[in-house]
Structure formats: C-alpha cells, structure tokens
C-alpha cells in the first residue's frame, strides 16, 4: 500500500479496507527509518492512524494541520510524498525531523517548540476571516503539550471565535516523561468515563443518523450527561465544544468526529486517544527512552552503538545526589525532562524535593523563585534552548531578587540533529545581559562537578551551561579552585592567546596541538565564567601577545567574544582580536562535527584563520 502514497492526496485512492494494513506498512517504514538515522520514534508511531484520517478528512494543502511541537509529524510527511527523504532524515542537507514550510506547501507552521499550535492557529483562522477564504484549520496538541501555560492563553482565546477551529487533543498520557498535574488527572477521568463514552457511542450517534431531527435534543441531554459523568467539563465551560473521547486508532471513528468537527462553527476539542509506542514493543515498555532515540537494533531496541563513557548529563546527575546528601536545601526543578535531564535518581532518592512542574518552563523558573525566597537552593534543569521561553520569569523573579537558583543548562551549543529549534546557542548572550547573574562553562567533567557545589555555595543567580554527549575526560590534571570571576590558565606561549569557554576548550586545545606544528606557540585559557569576565587574566594576556582569539560554542552577537573584544579595546586597543562564535544565523539539522565545520568552529578551521591572520596566508574557506 504504502509504494501508492507518491504524492500529497494518494492515500484518498486507498480502498477503506486496506486502511490497516496501510499503518502497520507506514509504522514499519518508520521503525526501519529511525533504527538508522535516530529520530522520534513513539510520539510518530502512536499518531498513525490519526494523521492518516486527517489526510482523508482535509484537502491538502488548501486546508492547514499546525503540529504542535511537530515530533508527530512523520506519517504526515510519507503521506505527502516524502517518503524519500526518510533516507536522509536528520541529516546535513537532508529532511528535517519536525514540519517545515520550506519542504512542502503541506507543512503549514514550523514548530519544534511546545504548546504553541493553538495559538497559531487562531491566527490563522483570523488570517482565512481576513482574507475571506474558505480552508479548515486544525492543530494537533498532545504529548503533554497541555500542561504548557501558552495553551491555555490560546484556549481562552479560542472560546470567543464564531467560527470553525478543529483543536486535536491527542492523549497518550504521555510527554517525553510521563505526565503530570492537575490536566493529566483531568484527561485520565475522561478516559475512564465509561457510562459516559458507552452512552454516547451507542445512541448518540445512532440516533442522530436515524433522526436527524432529534439532533438538537439529543446534544442538549448528551451536555447534561457530559456534566454528571465527565468531571469539571473543562473545555466546554470555557465555551469549547467538546467531541470524544474517540479511539485514536480506529480510522472510522476518527474520520466520523472529524467530519462532524468541521460542521461546528465555533472552537471545537476532538479529544482522541492513542497509545505512544503502538507497533513496537520496546517503544511501549519504554516510552521516554523511545520518545527521541539515537540509531538502534529493530530486533531489541537497544541503541547500535554502545555508550563508553559518561555524558554531562551523567555528570549532573551524580553531582546532583551527592549535593542531595549534603545539603537539605538543594532542591531540583524541572519541565516534564525528568529523564533527559538526568534528574530521575535524584526523584528518587529525594522525592520530597524533586518537581516535576510540567511543559512549563516559564512556571519552572518562578516557583523555583518561590523555593529560593523560601530558604532553599533550587537547581532548575533544562535544556538550553528551551530556557529561552522564560527570559522574562529569570530576570524579573530571580535576578532581581538576587535569589539563589541555579540554572543548570543541559543541550547548550550544538545539539545535532534536532536543529533550529533545539540548538542552545542563545543562552551565553542572553543570560549575560541580566543584572546578578552568573553565567559559568565546564571545560570537562570534573569541571562541571565542582561549578555545581560552587554555584550552591554562592547564595546568587547562576547558570552552567554545559554541552550534550561524553563528557570530556582530557586536561583532568587542571583542576584549580573554583574563584569567582577567575579563568584558569592551561598553558603559555608567546605567539597567540587562545581564551575558550566551555565545550570549546577541547577544541582549542586541538588548536594549540596544530599550531605547535607550524612552529607557532599559543597560551590557553580556560575562561570559566562568561560572566563576570576575569579582567586581571583578559589585562594580563593582551599586554604579552598580539593576536587574541576568543572561542565560544554560541552566537557572536552579545557573546563571549564581544564581551571580551570591548574590554580589550579599553586595555590594549592595538592588539589584534580574532573571535570564534556563531555568526547571526539559524543553525540547520545534522551531526554536530559537520555542523561545526559548516561555522567554521572546528579546530582545523580556526587554526586556518589564526595562520591566515599570523602569515598573511590565504584561507580556503
């Protein structure tokens, strides 16, 4: 069935009966894809059947389906002819793994951040009114997208529209963790209302195909019903019509709620249930492993490559417990990555002072505020580009009120395959420009370990970003106290001055190795801190060497390297300044050693420019 699907509206050739042996054809497709170039795996597989009824239901790509988040987007892609990119998925050059307009016409918003689909929905039924067009607009929220406090911004807003908005709310009672909070409890009572869904299924619709006239009174006695059996009634009462709970993996279901959504002239929730993982076993037993995997073996499910050494994340983890088990205080926060983020042993060995808040990263930030001004040190674990939802909670609720909570900055640089959306390349600009704030970089793991009981001890704002995969084990004999606001000096030579932060040390390290060759001595920095810069080192450096290369695994604009640049041209304004950062761009999907030589921050690029500057030599980039 699936070598029929070449082009968007293909799957409407598809005979009705064939409709299952269809989605297990595409799950296979994906299982198979995803085994060899990673990907998101259970989010996709549980929203098969879903997206195929979409497809039938919808005229592509005259009507517009917002993915919410966009991880469940595979399907969608096979069923618009894009079948053949799944061999370059995530790849340099190759498809992305979440929706993007620049693919196809068919990917109407381009997402990779959650909670955002009915809000931009919205607009764009707002945009269709406007233009006076006639399409159906629908976003798909699910994967605990709900806990997110942007969904329900956009839900208060939805209940005053006069006109058709089909919200799919798919629940597989999952996030990338499993979810939490009051609006899980609240699903899981729909889902459990069985005199409520036996009723509805088994009269309601009977009825209203066999007396159309009765439609109206029987809507009216299905609400009664729905305010005895079915708690709260969320949605309704914020002037949301209500369908389902329907079965998210029976075709014809979805397709009949579907049709009878897009008659409603109002916001409507079409509450749809799927199972994350459906189609693979490993991926149902365990589904946040399962949620964003690198390559694995079909037959187990276990990754294709054995992890050696420990990553940051690993680090963290460990360093986390131990501050556990010295100090009552330290607590830790997170954003529904209990996992990704390493906090699950501390969950367990603290649970009483473990939070898991949520997608909610904006309340992430100021309820740790509220544990800071209560007596504790908070830890707030996130990845690094996801932080940047709550810019505003980390200025006004902990820099200004000088409170002790830790950032702990997971993913930051170069994330890899995930892309635009997910690279945490913002965060050394950004958390710089903020009153109190300490912003601080491990050169290796040890590193990392000792920041963290330095940043609990300071009794300030802190953040430590460090990078994702294995933790660096080299320089371990270069273990100085850390002293606020002090770089550490690695090694000393008279040519150039290589000053690194973070990730980036390891590569500046490659750096000196390879201009040692060319007869050419290099200092090495280790920086530490981003924030307060150690100015006696920066002084110190710029007075004994001409060149001075800064190296930063983030943007250029309000980085590292313009921070040092303006000090230098107060101290020694002949002195030449070379700085390696991002420039002002979105980084694309790939591997991280390509992606770094696409920017020109890998060793042997910088070394090219440094030998450019200091020979006059010509570089080939």
């Known amino acids: 069935m699936l070598e029929e699907i070449k082009k968007t509206g293909d799957i409407k050739k598809i005979p009705e009966s064939a409709y299952p042996e269809l989605a297990q054809e595409i799950r296979e497709f994906i299982i198979d894809k995803v085994s060899e170039h990673g990907g998101h795996l259970g989010s996709n597989l549980g929203a098969v059947e879903l997206t195929m009824a979409l497809h039938l239901s919808l005229n592509l790509p005259k009507d517009k389906i917002i993915w919410d988040v966009g991880h469940q987007c595979y399907t969608h892609k096979i069923l618009t002819g894009r079948k053949a990119g799944?061999?370059?998925?995530?790849?340099?050059?190759?498809?992305?793994?979440?929706?993007?307009?620049?693919?196809?016409?068919?990917?109407?918003?381009?997402?990779?951040?959650?909670?955002?689909?009915?809000?931009?929905?919205?607009?764009?039924?707002?945009?269709?009114?406007?233009?006076?067009?006639?399409?159906?607009?629908?976003?798909?929220?699910?994967?605990?997208?709900?806990?997110?406090?942007?969904?329900?911004?956009?839900?208060?807003?939805?209940?005053?529209?006069?006109?058709?908005?089909?919200?799919?709310?798919?629940?597989?009672?999952?996030?990338?963790?499993?979810?939490?909070?009051?609006?899980?409890?609240?699903?899981?009572?729909?889902?459990?209302?069985?005199?409520?869904?036996?009723?509805?299924?088994?009269?309601?619709?009977?009825?209203?195909?066999?007396?159309?006239?009765?439609?109206?009174?029987?809507?009216?006695?299905?609400?009664?019903?729905?305010?005895?059996?079915?708690?709260?009634?969320?949605?309704?009462?914020?002037?949301?019509?209500?369908?389902?709970?329907?079965?998210?993996h029976d075709i014809r279901s979805l397709l009949r709620v579907i049709r009878e959504a897009k008659k409603i002239k109002k916001a409507v929730i079409v509450h749809v249930l799927t199972e994350k993982g459906r189609g693979y076993e490993p991926a149902l037993r365990h589904p946040a492993r399962f949620h964003g995997t690198g390559p694995f073996v079909i037959e187990t499910g276990l990754p294709s490559s054995k992890k050696e050494e420990a990553d940051y994340t690993d680090v963290f983890s460990t360093v986390m417990c131990k501050l556990g088990q010295r100090d009552g205080r330290v607590a830790a926060v997170t954003a529904a990555m209990t996992d990704g983020t390493g906090l699950k042993r501390f969950r367990k060995q603290f649970p009483e002072r473990f939070f898991d808040v949520g997608i909610a990263e904006e309340h992430a930030v100021t309820f740790a505020a509220g544990l800071a001004a209560g007596g504790f040190v908070p830890v707030v674990a996130i990845y690094s580009s996801f932080l940047q939802r709550a810019y505003d909670e980390i200025m006004e609720d902990v820099c200004l009120q000088n409170l002790p909570v830790i950032f702990a900055l997971d993913r930051a640089g170069l994330v890899g395959r995930d892309g635009e959306t997910h690279h945490g390349i913002f965060d050394l600009s950004y958390l710089s420009q903020m009153p109190g704030m300490t912003v601080m970089a491990p050169k290796n793991k040890w590193e990392l370990s000792d920041m963290m009981k330095f940043a609990v001890s300071l009794n300030a704002p802190v953040a430590i970003r460090y990078p994702r995969g294995t933790a660096y084990s080299g320089l371990g004999e270069f273990r100085e106290e850390i002293t606020y606001g002090k770089a550490e000096l690695i090694s000393e030579g008279r040519d150039v001055c290589l000053m690194a932060l973070g990730s980036m040390v390891q590569t500046a390290e490659k750096v000196r190795e390879l201009l040692l060759k060319e007869g050419i001595e290099a200092s090495l920095v280790n920086a530490r801190f981003m924030k307060p810069l150690d100015v006696e080192m920066i002084s110190r450096m710029a007075l004994d060497h001409g060149l001075f290369v800064t190296m930063e695994e983030n943007i250029a604009a309000g980085g590292f390297g313009e921070r040092v640049r303006a000090r230098i041209g107060d101290i020694a304004p002949a002195v030449k300044v070379m700085s390696v950062a991002i420039e002002d761009r979105f980084v694309p999907h790939g591997d991280t050693e390509e992606l770094r030589r696409l920017l020109g921050i890998d060793a042997d690029s910088i070394t090219e420019r440094i030998l450019m500057r200091l020979k006059g030599r010509k570089s080939s980039r």
Not at 129 to 142: F, M, N, P, R
Not at 164 to 180: A, K, Q, R
Not at 198 to 214: C, E, G, K, T, W
Request: overall charge negative.
């Open 86 to 248: 799944f061999d370059r998925l995530r790849c340099l050059g190759g498809m992305s793994g979440f929706p993007r307009r620049s693919e196809s016409d068919c990917d109407a918003y381009d997402t990779g951040h959650s909670s955002t689909s009915i809000s931009a929905g919205i607009g764009m039924v707002k945009a269709r009114e406007l233009a006076g067009e006639d399409y159906t607009v629908v976003s798909v929220i699910g994967d605990g997208s709900m806990t997110g406090g942007l969904a329900y911004e956009a839900l208060n807003n939805a209940s005053k529209l006069e006109t058709n908005f089909i919200i799919i709310l798919n629940d597989n009672n999952m996030s990338i963790s499993e979810n939490i909070g009051g609006m899980s409890k609240y699903l899981e009572s729909v889902r459990t209302a069985e005199p409520y869904l036996n009723l509805r299924d088994d009269v309601y619709y009977s009825i209203r195909d066999r007396m159309p006239r009765a439609v109206d009174g029987i809507r009216r006695a299905k609400n009664s019903i729905k305010q005895l059996f079915v708690p709260g009634m969320v949605f309704e009462n914020l002037g949301i019509t209500y369908l389902g709970p329907v079965d998210g």
